[in-house]
């Protein structure tokens, strides 16, 4: 979605899309820093979380691994007794970086 196809709904603009992605090249570098030579599995929680990682994988320039898992309430009586539900899932998109495109 672009800002310009939804200018006459939007408000105020909080932090723009600009601020938004060079902030996620920020958290890329310093992650390419700590799991230099590492393993890195990116965990997200559905639904929020899916566009954020997306654009946070195209910064990073290595090989690897998300995972997603769900966290949902249940009955008030459940959520009463400080209960969650999470589910995991077993799918994973292994992203690798192409060399020679």
Sequence with gaps: MKIQDIQNEVVREVVSEQDIDNKLGEIAKL?????EGK???LVGVLKGAV??????SRHLSRHLEMDWMAVYLRTRNYLNRG????????????KQTCLNC
């Design 31 to 35: 992650i390419e820093k700590d799991y």
């Design 39 to 41: 393993d890195l599995l």
């Design 51 to 56: 566009m954020c990682m997306a654009d946070l």
């Design 83 to 94: 209960g969650k539900n999470i589910e995991r899932f077993r799918y994973r998109h292994r």
